[in-house]
């Protein structure tokens, strides 16, 4: 069932377009940089955004930095929205329930299958960076140091290590979109109900973050630590906001995925 899933996932053109047009904004903000040679000032903009000039290794990270705060979560409410609600809309998800497939292996499926999604397009928004930056931008120092958001200078190895962990941290801060959704997808039939549920949540949070009086409830948000990943490149590296980053991802996905397959294994199938 999980492969069938997965296979079914990468066969829909939907998956690709929507990695492609994840890809469109980072494509065109590294070409309008390498043309104008302008980039915002330290501290402004997306995070290393104006370090890219010098170093275009760096680009991976700024790419992710600009799809992270709404690109890639609509991306993944979408896909995980229509996971089962897609399924119902479409009345195929009745026919599958006939078959002999328990409901929570039906659902793990699906909840593999999206899983699969975030990776495949975090991993592709990074990579599609690292050849877009060294193509336009350029390789950066001679001597393969890079500088790091503390002002201290990092090695090649120790760029790609932080890099690969910025990827693992960025698909963990999407889970709870994910899970968010795929809860949501069990209760509807719509799959765009579902991702605009999703998507409303998260809107809520990145608006509660800006509002003072909302300070007691920030540090729960789940947008709150989206970002943190930029302290990978710290020295020494800044760890607080990174684990409770992963922490608070954790609860949500389990608080969530809970309820999804308490309401899916218990609820009428009539489509």
Same mark, same amino acid.
């Given at each position: 069932?999980?492969?069938?899933?997965?296979?079914?996932?990468?066969? !829909? =053109?939907?998956?690709?377009? +929507?990695? $492609?047009?994840?890809?469109?904004?980072?494509? #065109?903000?590294? *070409? @309008? &940089? %390498? /043309?104008?040679?302008?980039?915002?000032?330290?501290?402004?903009?997306?995070?290393?955004?104006?370090?890219?000039?010098?170093?275009?290794?760096?680009?991976?990270?700024?790419?992710?930095?600009?799809?992270?705060?709404?690109?890639?979560?609509?991306?993944?409410?979408?896909?995980?929205?229509?996971?089962?609600?897609?399924?119902?809309?479409?009345?195929?998800?009745?026919?599958?329930?006939? !078959? =002999?497939?328990?409901?929570? +292996?039906? $659902?793990?499926?699906?909840?593999?299958?999206? #899983?699969?999604? *975030? @990776? &495949? %397009? /975090?991993?592709?928004?990074?990579?599609?960076?690292?050849?877009?930056?060294?193509?336009?931008?350029?390789?950066?120092?001679?001597?393969?140091?890079?500088?790091?958001?503390?002002?201290?200078?990092?090695?090649?190895?120790?760029?790609?290590?932080?890099?690969?962990?910025?990827?693992?941290?960025?698909?963990?801060?999407?889970?709870?979109?994910?899970?968010?959704?795929?809860?949501?997808?069990?209760?509807?039939?719509?799959?765009?109900?579902?991702?605009?549920?999703?998507?409303?949540? #998260?809107?809520?949070?990145? &608006?509660?973050?800006?509002?003072?009086?909302?300070?007691?409830?920030?540090?729960?948000?789940?947008?709150?630590?989206?970002?943190?990943?930029?302290?990978?490149?710290?020295?020494?590296?800044?760890?607080?906001?990174?684990?409770?980053?992963?922490?608070?991802?954790?609860?949500?996905?389990?608080?969530?995925?809970?309820?999804?397959?308490?309401?899916?294994?218990?609820?009428?199938?009539?489509?």
């Amino acid at each position: 069932m999980i492969r069938v899933e997965l296979v079914k996932m990468l066969r !829909r =053109p939907r998956t690709w377009i +929507t990695i $492609l047009m994840l890809n469109a904004l980072p494509t #065109l903000v590294a *070409v @309008l &940089l %390498a /043309v104008t040679d302008i980039g915002p000032q330290p501290g402004e903009g997306p995070a290393f955004l104006s370090a890219v000039l010098t170093d275009g290794t760096l680009f991976p990270l700024a790419a992710l930095a600009i799809v992270l705060p709404l690109f890639m979560p609509v991306a993944v409410a979408v896909v995980a929205g229509d996971a089962v609600a897609g399924e119902a809309a479409g009345g195929t998800l009745r026919y599958v329930l006939t !078959r =002999p497939v328990r409901r929570t +292996t039906l $659902l793990v499926a699906k909840l593999v299958s999206v #899983l699969a999604f *975030v @990776l &495949l %397009a /975090v991993v592709v928004v990074a990579a599609v960076g690292y050849v877009v930056g060294r193509l336009l931008l350029g390789g950066g120092d001679a001597s393969g140091l890079v500088t790091g958001v503390s002002g201290s200078s990092l090695t090649s190895t120790q760029l790609v290590e932080r890099t690969l962990m910025s990827v693992v941290y960025v698909s963990l801060s999407m889970l709870g979109v994910a899970a968010m959704a795929l809860m949501l997808s069990t209760f509807t039939d719509s799959a765009i109900g579902a991702a605009l549920g999703a998507l409303a949540f #998260l809107i809520a949070s990145t &608006l509660l973050l800006t509002l003072d009086a909302a300070a007691a409830l920030q540090p729960y948000l789940p947008t709150r630590y989206w970002l943190s990943f930029v302290d990978l490149f710290r020295d020494p590296i800044h760890w607080r906001d990174l684990t409770r980053g992963v922490g608070l991802q954790g609860v949500y996905v389990l608080v969530f995925l809970g309820v999804a397959w308490a309401n899916f294994t218990t609820k009428d199938i009539t489509s």
